[in-house]
């Protein structure tokens, strides 16, 4: 089943020539109305009527994390703030986050592509969706929530959080769809046992899953627990958000990127080198249709394959194979990215304390876990040297990684120069 | 008036106060007393030693963090009720009590009983116009 059967399966010589089209379009668009991309390009020596190929994409500069903070908030923005209609944010490297602009337009784009993604897991306007992803700037909760209400399903958007709840909820509402992450999902089935609920007489039929890597053990764990078909569905704020790319239901292999809304590149993220379609490296997106903040040639970080070989399912569309790595330090807890350097920034702010710490994340049951341990500085020891104000700026550092980043750490001070010699700023204790 | 106290932060896994009594025996420093204070995850020995500097340089050169904490030390005599006559003057006049400890003399008449106040200024000056004996650092650290 399609959503937008036309487009979905567009022949590939007409999707090159529509992508081709687009992407010159962008480029007269944000050339003149960016002053990012002028200078970028001016720096490059290229202009946007140098691009005349798909081929000449590789000679545009790339972006990255670092120009969205440069550039914070909304310094890549490509249209007046009176024609954007909604604002969406990420973790950005350091302490700012990445802002995203949606205009009325991308809004509608945004939601026809989830439209796209909820179709080719078999979910139609009778199914009832349990939308567990996060609602509010994070991208997850209402890019599914209006993808569903385009294709007139009906949504429970209950959010993330208080497990209890949602499998009353799941019980009693009757819901044959439900999305959030894949260790959220494990989590709920564990909560389930302990409730003594049988999962396997809710409704449930599919699930959508996302937002962190999941192995396919995990996969089939959710699937068993549940007795649903879990899919897996990608997406990055960067680029849109949810939607960029979808499982189809042939056979558990791999997503389809939309791509007569963005261009793939798979690049060596050491050297920046295209690489072959179809050999592990970094993705990197072009969005072709979005107004309000186009980004041409993103870096997303995440390190993957691109499969080539014709699907079943019909769509032409390439696929790409789940992101289980990462090219950079970004750390994703419980579906929250976030980057060491932030934790730093947080501590940095905190009066005494020196930035002297460890990240330590590993499995708590099913969700992620995060200790953060910090060596009690000179400064906050010979001030206080009393249990109470060490455990105060123990509750502030809980505090403050919650406030900005939105998770909440185990926060343990360790003696003096424990952690140096430790080395490794973060050390990760899952297995995906 | 007020007496010094050395406070370490100590991580709660095996060996950690095991090596800060190690550091304080190597350099012939005798303890007075003692207190533990402890949460899940870390604790803080307080000491009351007889070379207050030399214990804060030894431990810092040990790699221990370590701070000189001032405390409140009052002879009170050792029976029933002794506690409780100074408990009664300060909190009388709101002062607040962090935490205390305490031990007894060598003769076994009197204890000595080592106070956290909120407010140690005040504190010696409602004690001593109270007639209890606020022992001064010198004295105690030469019991």
């Known amino acids: ?432 | 008036m007020q007496v010094e106290q050395i406070s370490i932060f100590l991580e709660n896994k095996p060996g950690t106060l095991q090596q800060a009594t190690r550091v304080l025996k190597d350099a012939n420093i005798n303890i007075r007393t003692l207190s533990v204070a402890e949460t899940a995850d870390f604790g803080i020995l307080r000491l009351i030693v007889n070379d207050v500097e030399k214990a804060n340089k030894v431990l810092k050169d040990s790699g221990f963090q370590v701070s000189k904490t001032p405390v409140v030390a009052v002879e009170v005599p050792d029976r029933p009720g002794g506690l409780h006559s100074v408990m009664e003057a300060v909190s009388k006049e709101g002062i607040n009590v962090e935490y205390l400890y305490a031990f007894v003399e060598k003769s076994g008449e009197n204890a000595v009983i080592l106070f956290r106040f909120d407010n140690p200024e005040k504190a010696i000056d409602i004690l001593t116009k109270n007639n209890f004996t606020v022992v001064p650092g010198k004295k105690l650290y030469e019991f």
């Open chain 1, 1 to 432: 089943m399609f959503y937008n059967e036309e487009f979905e399966t567009l022949p590939r010589e007409a999707l090159k020539a529509l992508q081709l089209k687009r992407l010159q379009q962008v480029l007269q668009r944000v050339y003149h109305t960016v002053g990012f991309y002028k200078k970028s390009f001016d720096r490059a020596q290229i202009k946007p009527s140098d691009i005349k190929s798909l081929g000449d994409l590789k000679k545009l500069p790339f972006i990255t994390r670092k120009d969205m903070s440069d550039n914070y908030p909304y310094g890549l923005f490509a249209v007046p703030m009176s024609n954007i209609v909604r604002l969406h944010a990420s973790s950005g490297t350091t302490g700012r986050s990445a802002v995203f602009g949606y205009t009325k337009h991308d809004v509608e784009t945004w939601s026809d592509l989830v439209a796209r993604c909820l179709v080719a897991a078999g979910i139609t306007k009778n199914d009832i969706i349990h939308n567990a992803f996060s609602y509010g700037l994070f991208t997850g909760g209402l890019g599914l929530h209006y993808g569903a209400e385009k294709i007139d399903a009906s949504v429970i958007p209950i959010s993330g959080g208080n497990a209890k709840r949602q499998l009353m909820i799941l019980r009693d509402f009757g819901p044959t769809v439900i999305c959030c992450t894949p260790s959220y999902a494990l989590h709920l089935a564990q909560e389930a046992k302990t409730m003594r609920l049988d999962l396997q007489s809710f409704k449930l039929r599919v699930g959508i899953f996302g937002a962190e890597p999941w192995s396919k053990t995990t996969r089939e764990e959710i699937e068993k627990a549940f007795g649903i078909t879990a899919l897996d569905i990608y997406g990055l704020s960067e680029v849109i958000g949810p939607g960029v790319a979808m499982e189809c239901m042939a056979g558990h292999n791999g997503m389809h990127i939309f791509e007569d809304h963005f261009i793939v590149e798979t690049i060596n993220p050491q050297t920046g080198e295209v690489l072959p379609e179809g050999q592990e490296g970094e993705l990197v997106f072009t969005s072709l249709s979005r107004e309000a903040i186009p980004l041409l040639r993103y870096r997303s970080g995440d390190i993957s394959r691109l499969i080539t070989e014709p699907c079943r399912c019909g769509r032409t569309h390439i696929k790409m194979e789940r992101a289980l790595k990462r090219s950079d330090d970004m750390l994703i807890i419980s579906g929250v990215n976030i980057f060491p350097a932030q934790v730093e920034a947080i501590l940095v702010d905190i009066e005494g304390l020196e930035p002297r710490y460890q990240l330590i994340v590993d499995k708590a049951g099913a969700l992620d876990a995060l200790e953060l341990q910090v060596e009690v500085s000179d400064k906050i020891f010979s001030d206080s040297g009393s249990v109470k104000e060490l455990q105060k700026i123990e509750q502030r550092i809980v505090k403050d990684m919650q406030d900005y980043l939105g998770v909440e750490p185990r926060v343990k001070l360790v003696g003096p120069n424990t952690l140096q010699k430790a080395g490794d700023k973060v050390i990760d204790k899952r297995h995906i």
